[in-house]
């Protein structure tokens, strides 16, 4: 009798914890920049998001990794992507929720090692890999299905699909099937959107044409200034002018201004949408009396992303054709992530800074519509998840050993707002191939571009990383590149071609795009990007593999301006018998050029030939070359 009383005791100390597990909404978008959302400061309509900001806590000091992929395995393991290497290392969150008794499900992106279903998710609606056609399922540029069901094969979508409304139709039915199971739900909503291509219903894109017709400049201010109205940024923040491969908006052609202001429309058009599927979401929470006991969390997977598209097809693209490839400009770019520099796939704030809103009625001790200033980081929310769902973290998984979690729980953050700023996470570690390496450590930031040398900032004194610290402060540099190294060399698995020594000059940013077309390029003058550079420059190229110009006749490159987009300021078709030919440096002589302006590259496919492999073309679109001369 009394060891039945005991079990009696136990299992309701079981259920009574069962109950008290919170459901658990995670909605994350793809490529959205920090200030995108109205109550970020943007100007695109978002008022669900603002709803939920105003209901619950926006945090202003949280981050995530360079590029999607790389968050996501956070996301889902609690360590950086290379401590995890490829989940060998790691346990899916989704396993630990499923044995806690929680539905699991994830509609929209996996793009993470198998299939979700390995995971420990119950239900998986979407794709697995990195980006589709919003419009017709299929990869990107191509005419294969991506989205499936479970384990099924890919298979067409209907007439009238899009994405986003589809994966929100699937997690609103995932917490239906939860909530009759008597099961609290793990819900992954992974939107696609606003990933390239800028695919988007008319009538949302339509309402916007006219809003963006002021510029990235202009509109930048205005959402720095609208931040600092709402309290996000203080007086430290300092905005910053546009760097060397952003297009000046005053320089461009009227034409093309409003070519750009459509393009930007596009990318506002499909992020309208994402809000009203959620807003679809949350109301239906609401309905089903879910609301109080459901935490929602809201972020970006990185910053805001560089794009372009080939400048010779901007106006053949419309964003509701099936067909189409929009994109927008790095211009656009630089507003997306205001106040910050640079983008995704960088380590730099603009690369790492995610707007994150959380509302939890029954746990949120904040003032509703409040903004806290706590350092989180994506790893935080593994662990977060695990106490919520009263769950530990094992040490093996079977016979494997698991790495410790990189992040802390944010619940004492949810619950005492005045926490200090590092109590929950100090330290945090980016590493993303060549193009995005950082560490931040305390007051200090290194980051470096493209394998470039470390760039040192003070993020107390200067979040806007304005100031490179790195010349006057050596010691400080030491002590943050040995830490970076420590990091690299004893808790991850990464490839030595993510720590390779850093170089010793600064190729800026497009550097690893135009490598995809020129596999062989190490650099140039100028840099790619580089700002004030002199009226009277050569313009050289520097390989590692033998350059020939054999069958490249009429495959020419061209230099022009920026504004005046239909003359040829300079060009050239190098032929056999070339003084480079068999080299691997190759210099052009310049006219003298115009100062503060901004030239570009445009080159047929196969103007040169690298190691016996033809080059692919230079665009100023997805593979772009851009400088600006001084004043």
Same mark, same amino acid.
Request: charged content about 25%; overall charge neutral.
């Given at each position: ?5 005991v079990?009696?005791?136990?299992? &309701?100390? !079981? ?13 994350v ?5 920090? &200030?995108?959302?109205g109550c ?18 926006? !945090?202003s ?6 590029? %999607? ?30 044995q ?13 090692p ?10 998986? #609606?979407?794709f ?5 056609? %919003?419009?017709? *399922? %299929?990869?990107? =540029?191509?005419n ?43 819900? /992954?909503?992974?939107?696609?959107a606003?990933?390239t ?5 008319? @009538? ?16 930048? @201010? ?8 709402m *309290?996000?940024?203080?007086?430290r #923040? ?12 005053n ?14 429309a596009a ?12 807003g ?14 459901t ?7 990185n910053?805001?992303?560089y794009?372009? =598209?080939?400048?010779?097809? #901007?106006?053949?693209q ?8 929009? /994109? %927008? ?6 507003l997306?992530n205001?106040?910050w520099?640079?983008? @995704? ?9 995610s ?27 593994y ?7 009263g769950?530990? #973290?094992p ?30 996470h100090d330290?945090?570690?980016?590493a993303?191939n060549?193009?995005g ?10 980051s ?9 900032y003070?993020v107390?004194?200067?979040?806007c990383?304005?100031?490179d ?14 830490a ?57 190229f ?7 110009f ?6 020419a ?8 987009d ?11 018998g070339?003084?480079?030919? =068999? ?27 690298? =190691? ?17 001369t001084? @004043?």
């Amino acid at each position: 009798m009394k060891n039945i009383f005991v079990a009696l005791i136990v299992i &309701s100390a !079981f259920l009574a914890r069962a109950a008290e597990k919170p459901n658990i909404l995670l909605i994350v978008v793809d490529d959205m920049g920090w &200030s995108d959302v109205g109550c970020f400061g943007g100007e695109i309509d978002t008022p669900n998001l603002d709803r939920l900001a105003a209901g619950g806590v926006r !945090f202003s000091d949280y981050r995530v990794n360079p590029m %999607c992929v790389v968050t996501r395995t956070s996301l889902m393991t609690g360590h950086t992507h290379s401590q995890s290497d490829n989940y060998r290392r790691s346990l899916p969150i989704a396993k630990l929720m499923q044995q806690a008794g929680y539905a699991t499900s994830i509609s929209g992106k996996w793009h993470q090692p198998g299939n979700p279903l390995d995971a420990g998710f119950d239900s998986f #609606y979407g794709f697995l890999h990195g980006a589709i056609n %919003c419009l017709t *399922g %299929c990869a990107e =540029g191509q005419n294969n299905p991506q989205i499936q069901r479970g384990r099924d094969k890919p298979a067409p979508v209907p007439d009238g699909w899009y994405s986003t409304d589809a994966f929100t139709d699937d997690a609103i039915g995932q917490i239906d099937s939860a909530v009759a199971d008597g099961k609290p739900f793990f819900t /992954y909503l992974a939107f696609n959107a606003p990933h390239t291509p800028l695919h988007a219903y008319e @009538k949302d894109v339509e309402k916007y044409y006219d809003r963006y017709e002021a510029g990235w400049e202009t509109l930048r @201010k205005k959402r720095f200034a609208r931040m600092k109205a709402m *309290g996000l940024i203080d007086d430290r #923040y300092v905005d910053t002018p546009p760097n060397g491969e952003v297009r000046r908006w005053n320089e461009m052609s009227v034409a093309t201004q409003k070519q750009e202001a459509r393009r930007m429309a596009a990318y506002a058009g499909m992020l309208d949408r994402v809000d009203q599927n959620i807003g679809r979401v949350l109301e239906h929470l609401r309905k089903k009396g879910l609301e109080k006991d459901t935490l929602v969390i809201f972020f970006s997977d990185n910053g805001g992303a560089y794009s372009n =598209g080939d400048i010779q097809t #901007y106006d053949a693209q419309i964003p509701w054709h099936k067909n189409s490839r929009p /994109y %927008c400009s790095n211009g656009w770019s630089y507003l997306k992530n205001t106040p910050w520099r640079w983008y @995704k796939s960088s380590a730099e704030e603009g690369g790492v800074s995610s707007p994150l809103i959380v509302r939890w009625p029954k746990g949120l001790k904040g003032k509703p519509g409040s903004i806290q200033k706590q350092r989180l980081h994506v790893t935080d929310l593994y662990p977060t998840f695990l106490a919520l769902a009263g769950a530990d #973290y094992p040490e093996k998984d079977g016979d494997r050993k698991l790495e410790p979690l990189y992040g802390g729980s944010m619940l004492p953050a949810f619950r005492n707002p005045s926490l200090p700023e590092h109590a929950v996470h100090d330290e945090i570690f980016w590493a993303f191939n060549f193009t995005g390496k950082g560490m931040l450590k305390g007051d200090w930031k290194i980051s470096s571009i493209s394998d470039g040398p470390w760039r040192l900032y003070n993020v107390n004194k200067d979040p806007c990383t304005t100031q490179d610290l790195a010349a006057a402060m050596p010691e400080k540099l030491k002590y943050m590149n040995d830490a970076w190294f420590a990091f690299a060399n004893n808790h991850t698995k990464m490839s030595k071609d993510w720590k390779q020594p850093l170089k010793d000059y600064q190729e800026g940013w497009g550097f690893h795009r135009i490598r995809m077309v020129l596999p062989a390029y190490e650099s140039a003058i100028p840099h790619m990007a580089e700002e004030n550079v002199p009226t009277d420059t050569d313009l050289t190229f520097n390989f590692s593999a033998p350059l020939s110009f054999e069958k490249t006749k009429g495959k020419a490159i061209r230099l022009y301006a920026v504004g005046a987009d239909d003359e040829v300021v300079w060009q050239a078709d190098p032929e056999p018998g070339h003084a480079a030919e =068999g080299k691997t440096s190759i210099t052009f002589d310049l006219p003298q050029l115009k100062p503060d302006t901004t030239y570009y590259l445009l080159a047929d496919a196969g103007w040169i030939t690298l =190691g016996g492999k033809r080059a692919g073309p230079i665009n100023d679109g997805a593979y772009w070359y851009r400088f600006r001369t001084g @004043k």
